[in-house]
């Protein structure tokens, strides 16, 4: 495989050589538990919703859990923003793995689920059996997508061709 050039310039920048080696608290190992929290409030609130328009806990009433949309979008922007700076402490090793583009494809895909449901389930006019019916579908699918987000995320670690420029994994 024909590594781009342009990923070991990114690489020997100082804010990627920084994230990679820094030992400051707020290097590579903050922006990997700050990924994980954002992930933690996308797919918790998320899981949470669908498994509720599956018929789990059918005590608790589904309007008001459109509130959590909130949260899980502000679980998002942290999981773009340190999604980004994890690409950019190891951008070879993002770049060049299948698996990478997989993920990306399932977040695009988890994430218009989930715009969906808010529009199409979370209807003020539509009273809790409706909400249901309309939301089976959207919350298997939901659930599907964000399994293969997070499994697709652990393999990163594991399916790499390169670690940094010239480097095999």
Not at 2 to 10: A, D, H, K, Q, R
Not at 43 to 72: E, H, Q, S, T, Y
Request: charged share 10%.
């Amino acid at each position: 495989m024909v590594v781009p050039l342009f990923l070991n310039t990114l690489e020997r920048s100082g804010l990627s050589t920084w994230l990679r080696e820094s030992e400051s608290l707020f290097g590579f190992y903050f922006i990997l538990v700050f990924h994980t929290s954002g992930l933690a409030l996308v797919v918790g609130p998320n899981a949470a919703i669908d498994l509720r328009l599956l018929g789990v806990a059918r005590g608790i009433p589904l309007p008001p859990l459109k509130n959590w949309f909130g949260i899980m979008w502000l679980g998002f922007s942290m999981n773009v923003a340190s999604g980004i700076f994890l690409v950019l402490a190891y951008p070879t090793k993002a770049f060049t793995n299948p698996d990478f583009y997989i993920k990306l494809t399932l977040i695009a895909f988890a994430v218009w689920t989930l715009y969906r449901m808010k529009r199409q389930v979370f209807d003020s006019s539509l009273g809790e059996a409706a909400m249901s019916a309309r939301g089976k579908v959207l919350a298997v699918w939901s659930l599907v997508l964000w399994v293969g987000v997070i499994t697709a995320g652990r393999l990163l670690a594991y399916t790499c061709s390169y670690l940094v420029y010239g480097v095999p994994c």
